[in-house]
């Protein structure tokens, strides 16, 4: 039998002809499922049009009351559905696949770039006449000179702004030091949802109320700051009852038009389900499941966070629910499944929609990240997996789509059950469930100054990062960083092809000049230093510019510190907070083996001078094969070698010293992360050729992995490499995302599986933050890339998150394709 004889088992679901691809017992599911599959999203223009007219009506009035009110405006006004088949109400757009607009974060553009949605490369969205109309008249004028990104731009020191933007046009981004704070309001956050399933947001509104009642009268500072933050607070809890009363007015309408019985029965459900949640605290799981949903969703009227609001520990704030219903026999878990897969269906018609180039850029795929954190630890500090636990994943097994982002907590005590059924979901091969790591994760927060109860409990977020709702309390979206751009810098002493006759970098000196490996690498270092600089001043300018243009007092309603200290959750501090952020390192395993064929091949070996090296790079190694080979076969990074291992080492202790020496200057735990979205695509389109044989305006290494077919070894080296390129003994690291791609012989069968069991194993003792598996054969990618249409169905496994491949840029595809695929463990 050969390797690619054997198939994952979506791999065998999509050669099925199209009528035999069944799901039994999961038929409601598919029905709503089809009824959007593969359709071209549309922007729906309401939330923006609302968003704006109200706050044409409320200048000069506080932001976080201004905010209230357009919540209100909006909760008021929207055009609320109910899609067929539904049983959990609740969206913020059109029927179908459909993202919104947020013009306080891209008004000032929006006029400009609109029309070029429908045909961009990655990620395009289809939109109407009338409304485009909406955008250029209505909407885009009144946000021009108002919006954060320009006042950023304007902030920012000269030397800054040109490794940030093209100082003659600040919406085109470099791709070398580039901030993201301009297109979402928030990076990744999880809300403390068991708060509004205890009280309800009759309960939150009453707390604010009292809040209110204690407040001197006399005082400038209460009457100032916290009376209009606790206004905020009854307004938009008066806000998120009114629309889910709406959604019972809308399902009570539709049932007495309704012929059939069965479907009656339904909605007249769901309007007394509306009636009652989110307002006061549900009495069932089907309750419990739309009270999350309602508040879910109108997170996403609130504002643009980073990968969307994450759905947090699901299978622990629902458990009670689904206990008591069982016992009580009012539920099956068949019910309960479909109930969830309700709201899969729901999050994967809202489609992420970044304006911004640089935006649509870092998220391809239509890419969103609405992570349901499964297993891990009680705030006891036992094991927590339940029933919920194992329904979640057999829905992933049976029921093929790309949301919920499943996201499932490790630990070196997790029941042999649930790391097989883990294993096995992760063998269906469409990219589920993503394994975050307890035993790094929780001392790292307890590190940084959570309590043993909080650190258990934390939450998965966004790509691969976690959250302690009521603790973390720091929203500021971060720097990536280029540091292959470092290093064609310091080949061509301060400069880059892609920008010829700009000095962006430091001038380090003629490389030529440099007769040691340790000149060069000192000269590497003070580049990436340089960078790290300029990404610490952005984020100086960022934190003390966002609280200005950006409120949330939906989120801030379920946290209890902003509660406490009436502050809105986007203010710079709140006291008892723990402030974590990060900035991220992009072309990790680039930049490795760049340094490391450098010092082997030029310095070690002197088997090429570095003018040949360079003369090389500039040609884009044309007519000079034989010296890309020698290069591309120098030590590499993700093999378990200490000559390549040791750099690596050093490269990530110089940036975490820089950020332990500034950090505390911020105000933050601003600490280095190497997860980059899909941004390793475009920051590698302004890199030249480099010295590990890559070719120029390629993609980069992505996160903590590899170089594209560098790890030769197998997959355990790449995991000793992580290991020993680590610097345990600095609080001040974060999430480090990795990618490991098996063709599925490797795991084909009962041993397979427990191959798979002992490498995650491995994975958790080795103290890695984060791991995620493509099962795939290279064969099957290239027939998708030839046949589209055949292989609309394929996930794939991108960064942190699953999209479909046929939605993803030639550029993505090919970067999947070139991945290594182990054929052992």
Known sequence: MTVQSVLSVQEQRLLLPPGERTFPGHERAVRILHSFQNQRPTIDVERAQLFTESFKQSEGEALILRWSKALLHIARHITVYIDGDQLIAGRGGAPGRYGILYPELDGDYLDTVIRELPSRGQSPFDLGEADAAIIVNEISPYWKGKTFHEALASALPADTLKVTYDPADPLKSRFIVNETASFRSS?????DYEKVLRIGYKGIKEEALREISRLDPYSPVDNMEKLPFLQAIVNVSDAIVLWANRHSILAAKLADEETNPVRQAELRKIAGISAHVPEHPPRS???AVQSQWF????????????????NGRMDQYLYPFYEKDTAL????????IELLECVWNAMAQFLDLYISPAGGAFNEGYAHWEAVTIGGQTPGGLDATNELT???LQSKREFP????DLAARIHTRAPERYLYEVAETIKEGSGFPKLINDEEVVPLLLAKGATFEEAYDYAVSGCAECRMPNRDTYTSPCAYINFAAAVEMTLRNGQMLRYPGETLGLETGDPLSFGTWEQFFDAYKAQQKYFLKHAFIQQHAIIRLRSRHFAAPLSSSMHRLCLQNHKDIHEPHIEGGIDLGYFEFIGYGTVIDSLAAIKKVVFEDKRISMAQLIEALDRDFEGREAI??????????????????SIAKELDEEALKFTRAYSKQLGVNLDLRYVPFTSHVPFGKVVSATPNGRKAYTPLADGSSASHGADINGPTAVLLSNYYSKNYNYRERAARLLNIKLTPSVIEGEEGTLKLVSFIRTWSDLRLWHLQFNIINRQTLLDAQQDPDKYRNLLVRIAGYSAYFTDLSADLQNDLIRRTGHTVI
Not at 401 to 404: A, Q
């Open 329 to 336: 026999g009012l539920i099956t878990d068949q019910e309960v």
């Open 187 to 191: 990076i990744q956050w999880v809300h």
């Open 390 to 392: 194992y329904l979640m």
């Open 295 to 310: 508040v879910q969703m109108f997170s996403r009227l609130e504002q643009k966070t980073g990968t969307v609001i994450s």
């Open 628 to 645: 890309r080979q020698l290069l591309a076969h120098a030590p590499s990074y993700g093999n378990n070698e200490d000559y390549a291992d």
């Open 401 to 404: 789509l790309n949301y919920p």
């Open 285 to 287: 799981f089907h309750e």
